[in-house]
């Protein structure tokens, strides 16, 4: 090889290395993922398409496929009570969506509301009168995977169709640049469009309250805490002035609104559901952000190393700070650290309460992560239930480890993402996770 091809050599190799490495410096997240732009699906250490999926749906779909297992429709629903049975997903968690923001959304309207109902990985959507039962699950890897299933008048054979379409809106900044879910509030006309002249909102635990559940009906009492639940927008021209007065505190849509319960399998939409549901579709957006990061991170890091002959178990300072900050990111939303206080006290107008505390781990002492507070705050021991789910067991070793030391650190000192804690709460929740999660014993 002459010089000059040398040269040419050691310049692309130099230049490419530069890439590499400032593709990591500018790609590092902000402390909290928002506003990130889309990630590549496909791009390194993650595949979104080309691999079977692992979660709950494509296991269903698997058993349907081998004849181990057979959905009979029912005749109210179609195949929404089998689906609910065969993912255990209960029916207290119900909750009810007028507005139009789905694809079956010419169905969709304050008389004819959109029915969500959620496990921990899975989550359904039924619409009376719909063509299919949508449902979406968190892959431990992939994040979020999207599914419909025909109902038996346009089926003979039920079958769960991946529907990569729906990343339109489920792959975008509002999902944390990933495949994931989004709980809008938006101000909703009579119709049920979302009014465009106003704004609309992804909605969590750090949302303030009086700007959730618009666009969705919510049954229990709140207090004189205000909410856009309920509402609609009476003034199109001014949508934001809602009545605030007449929707609140509705213990059941009877006498409220145009909706036939009977055509639903609760006549509830529990407003601690609601509560749970905006928490977890984002701490599952959060779980897949902090996978996609570091895998992202290390497979660059990995070419890095192999162009300069460098130990494969070396990590670049950039490398660091991008795995930091993504596990930083998730204890921030699994310890509730900006989440907004409840003005006063909130219940739920259905059984869901009691059956989703029921379902956790408890310690010794009886204590549990899925036990409520709902006087102050969502739950009486603030880290996320989502710390038992794969999705967090499967993050790569490089992220949830530093998560584990991060979070052994805040619970020690009540500083970084633990200073919302109280040292009784802070206590707590080592106890409950040294008695519930053995793998993180070593860190607390």
Sequence with gaps: MSRASICAVALSLIAALFCLAQAQT????????????LFPLDGPGVRYTGVPATDPVAKLQR??????????????????????EALRIPIDSQTLVFSKTSFQMNRIHPGNPRAIYFNDDVYVGYVPGGDVVEISATDPVKGGIFYAIEQPSAAS?????????CLQCHAAPRTLGIPGHIVRSVYPIADGFAATNAPSYNTDHRSPFERRFGGWYITGTTGDAKHMGNAIAADIDNPEKLDFDANRNWTTLEGHAAVD?????????????????????AGHNYLARAHYEAAQALAMQEDINRATNAPASQLSDSTVRRLDRAAEAL??????????????????SSTFTTT?????????????LRDFDLQTRLFRYPLSFLIYSEAF???PDAVRIRFCQQLGNALKTGEGAAVNLTPDQRQAIREILIDTKPALRAYL
């Design 26 to 37: 500018t790609a590092q997240p902000p402390a909290d993922f928002t506003g990130s732009s």
């Design 63 to 84: 058993e349907l496929e081998s004849g181990t297992r057979k959905l009979t429709p029912d005749p109210k629903t179609g195949y929404l009570k089998p689906i609910l």
């Design 157 to 165: 054979k039920p079958k769960l169709a991946r529907r990569d379409d």
């Design 261 to 281: 319960t009977r055509r639903y399998l609760s006549p509830h939409s529990d407003v601690v559901a609601h509560l749970v549901l905006s928490h977890q579709t």
């Design 331 to 348: 204890l921030r939303y699994f310890l509730f650290t900006t989440e907004r206080k409840l003005s006063g006290p909130v219940a739920g």
């Design 356 to 368: 989703f505390a029921a379902a956790g781990p408890k310690d010794k002492k009886g204590r549990s």
């Design 393 to 395: 067991d499967s993050l």
